[in-house]
C-alpha cells in the first residue's frame, strides 16, 4: 500500500516557467513532510520540508504549499532552471516513536532551455 | 559538509552468492537507516537502527537479509543468498536523533545477475 502517492510521474517544463509537483496522504499520524531531489547515480538530498503548523513554507525558488484537511502538499519551483532536471520525491513521516519516511513514486522534471 | 558514506558504489555478483555493504554514517548521528530504491521507484525503509539497537526491521526480509551495527557507529547490511529481484540501490541514511531530518549517503547499486 502506497502510504503517499505522487503526481505527475514525469514533468517537462520551459527554462524560466513554474514546476508543480503534487503529493497525498491518508495517515493522518505523518506531521514532517519533506521534500527531496536526486540526481542519476546519487542519493536523496533534502531540498525543503514543511510541518502541519503552517500552510506554505518557502526556500529561495522552492516553495511547499500544505493543506491539512485535504492530506495535500506540493512543491512549486519557480524560474525553473535546466540545473534543476532532476527526480523529486515527497515523502512523510510521523515524529512520534520511529520516524521513518515513507517517499513518493518520484517525478521526473525536466528543464528544457 | 559532512557526509554519509556508503562502500562500494557498485557491485555485481552472481545469484545465490553473499553480498555485503558498508555504510558509516556521520559523526555523532545516533540513528542510521537503510533504504532500498528499485529503479524508478522511491526509497523503502529497510531496517533502523538508534544507535546499536533496531528500531524497526518490519520490512527486511530476514530469510535472506541481516544488518548489524555492532558499536553505534557503522553498520554493514549483508544479503545472503542474493536473488535476482535483489537489484536495487541500496542507501544508507542518518539523522542525530528519532526526530531529525536525515542525510542520505550516495547508495551502493547492486546487480545480481
Known amino acids: 500500500q502506497q502510504q503517499v502517492k505522487q503526481s505527475p510521474q514525469s514533468l517537462i517544463v520551459q527554462k524560466g516557467g513554474i514546476s508543480i509537483i503534487n503529493c497525498a496522504y491518508e495517515?493522518?499520524?505523518?506531521?514532517?513532510f519533506p521534500w527531496y531531489q536526486q540526481f542519476p547515480g546519487k542519493g536523496p538530498a533534502l531540498l525543503i520540508a514543511?510541518?502541519?503548523?503552517?500552510s506554505e513554507k518557502e526556500e529561495g525558488r522552492f516553495t511547499i504549499s500544505f493543506n491539512k484537511s485535504a492530506k495535500q502538499f506540493s512543491l512549486h519551483i519557480m524560474d525553473s532552471q535546466p540545473g534543476d532536471s532532476a527526480t523529486y520525491f515527497c515523502?512523510?513521516?510521523?515524529?512520534?516513536?520511529?520516524?521513518?519516511?515513507?517517499f513518493g513514486t518520484g517525478t521526473r522534471l525536466t528543464v528544457i532551455p | 559538509e559532512a557526509e554519509v558514506a556508503q562502500s562500494p558504489r557498485y557491485k555485481i555478483t552472481e545469484k545465490s552468492q553473499a553480498v555485503a555493504f558498508w555504510c558509516d554514517p556521520i559523526?555523532?548521528?545516533?540513528?542510521l537507516y537503510w533504504y532500498r530504491q528499485i529503479l524508478g521507484q522511491g526509497p523503502e525503509l529497510l531496517v533502523q537502527?538508534?544507535?546499536?539497537?533496531?528500531?524497526?526491521d518490519s520490512q527486511l526480509p530476514k530469510d535472506r537479509f541481516s544488518a548489524e551495527r555492532l558499536k553505534g557507529v557503522d553498520s554493514t547490511l549483508k544479503i545472503q543468498p542474493a536473488e535476482l529481484g535483489d537489484s536495487a540501490m541500496y542507501l544508507c541514511a542518518s539523522s542525530p536523533a528519532l526526530d531529525d531530518g536525515y542525510t542520505f549517503g550516495s547508495g551502493t547499486r547492486l546487480t545480481v545477475v
Open positions: 559523526s555523532g548521528h545516533a540513528t
Open positions: 537502527f538508534q544507535d546499536e539497537s533496531v528500531v524497526d
Open positions: 495517515n493522518t499520524a505523518f506531521d514532517y
Open positions: 515523502a512523510a513521516s510521523g515524529t512520534t516513536g520511529a520516524n521513518n519516511l515513507f
Open positions: 514543511i510541518r502541519p503548523d503552517v
